[in-house]
């Protein structure tokens, strides 16, 4: 399973993709007209901002330019929670509904694909670890040492 993982990462890291020297962030929040949006950046445990743009009829807009990727977050009105994405130069899309941060597409960003790739085999590693455990667990409660031994 880990070749498969790491096969599907070469894959994504290898698909080209036409860069820029400008990074152009198209957002659409469905389900709000207006509002404001910050775009933010996590230092020394704080959350600065690094810019905002106004949501007019459900759409906003960042542009820019950075030197290398970064993990940057999105929050502000019609935002449940904190939304983190990979920048780099390359035109992003982000789709969001008010209030259901959970159903976010980001597209657009070679650098998210990949975080993206990283956390579904997360969770699989994650499933996997709590079943071994909840076993030994129950080995545990049924005196059978052969698995909390190992």
């Known amino acids: 399973m880990i070749v498969a993982i790491m096969a599907l990462l070469l894959a994504v890291a290898g698909c ?62 019609g935002i449940a929670s904190r939304i983190p994405f990979f920048i780099e130069n390359s035109l992003i899309k982000i789709q969001l509904k008010e209030g259901d941060s959970g159903s976010t597409i980001i597209s657009g960003s070679q650098s998210n694909d990949l975080l993206e790739v990283f956390n579904m085999a997360n969770e699989v590693f994650e499933l996997e670890k709590s079943e071994i455990h909840q076993m ?15």
Request: hydrophobic letters at 40%; aromatic letters at 8%; charged letters at 25%.
């Open 16 to 77: 080209s993709r036409k860069t820029t020297e400008e990074f152009v962030i198209e957002g659409s929040i469905d389900g709000l007209e207006s509002g404001i949006v910050f775009l933010q950046d996590r230092m020394d445990g704080l959350m600065i901002t690094l810019d905002s743009a106004i949501v007019e009829n459900g759409q906003f807009r960042f542009s820019g330019s950075v030197q290398e990727p970064f993990l940057a977050y999105l929050s502000g009105d």
């Open 136 to 150: 030994i667990i129950e080995a545990e409660i049924m005196g059978d040492t052969a698995l909390s031994d190992q």
